[in-house]
């Protein structure tokens, strides 16, 4: 054997050798990305009349006669909030993501963390979303929907929503 | 300036260039398994009578006049799942980790993948949990809790569970 062939059979270890490095760190990726995605996809754009800044919602269980349970992703990005608003059967809401603010009128703010569980009591007038510098998203469950499901409000204004810092 | 001063700054440099990038390292590792680390805590081993293999139960919200929404976080390890039950007002759930079956009596074993949302009508006979190699966690949604939550029914056989495969 020739010693070029021997290069050149060497060549093609190394190159096999990268080859499943590349692969391997390929897989993990992936498989860290899958991980760190969102569980739900974002949806749609929540109207700007009940919401200041970007927030996303996506239904995950319409109201419907079967369950008369209405459940939805909602993403908030850095900044932004619902107005304040109230239900007539109350709210839950399970924080999957992020970091961000919660408050129920005459209270201070909370703060809102992933794995965190709130529940709004029915016609309280309150308010949610992100924090200034991280987004936050949440599951929302408003059961018993055929007695309503939001009754909405004034904007929150940035005074009340830098109360928070 | 000595030959062995400047060898001793230079080490301490080294020594602080080392340290800030173990902690730069450190910090990133936290931020990883923090974004990682599942939603919720695991909770209590859910009873054998009702279940197959180690199954983790959170109550998020109890049985309660307010809300009559019964929400939980379930984790199954690979291969658990639950017993055949109904709900006489239904279920939903919502998957947010791993893999899973779910089966409604006399169709076929449905996969679970992290983001589905599968509603299980009312006194619909049915049984879901982990996949052989996979662990899986989902939300479970129970409405109108007041009329009951859940008749439990036979253990789900190593044959039934094993179509799925």
């Not at 995950?60 to 369950?67: A, F, H, I, K, W």
């Given at each position: 054997m020739r010693i070029s062939q021997v290069i050149k059979m060497s060549d093609w270890l190394t190159a096999l050798l990268v080859l499943g490095t590349l692969t391997s760190q390929a897989q993990s990726t992936r498989e860290a990305i899958r991980a760190h995605s969102p569980i739900f996809s974002k949806g749609e754009k929540a109207p700007a009349s009940n919401f200041t800044g970007t927030v996303w919602v996506r239904t995950?269980?319409?109201?419907?006669?079967?369950?008369h349970c209405v459940v939805g992703n909602v993403t908030f990005e850095p900044g932004a909030r619902s107005n304040w608003h109230s239900h007539p059967t109350g709210q839950i809401l399970l924080v999957t993501d992020g970091l961000g603010y919660y408050q129920e009128k005459g209270k201070p703010i909370q703060i809102m963390h992933k794995g965190d569980v709130f529940k709004c009591p029915p016609d309280i007038e309150h308010w949610h979303g992100a924090s200034p510098t991280s987004p936050m998203t949440h599951v929302s469950i408003i059961p018993n929907s055929e007695k309503g499901i939001a009754v909405w409000l004034k904007k929150v204004t940035d005074q009340e929503y830098n109360n928070g810092n």
């Open positions: 995950l269980v319409p109201d419907e006669t079967t369950y």
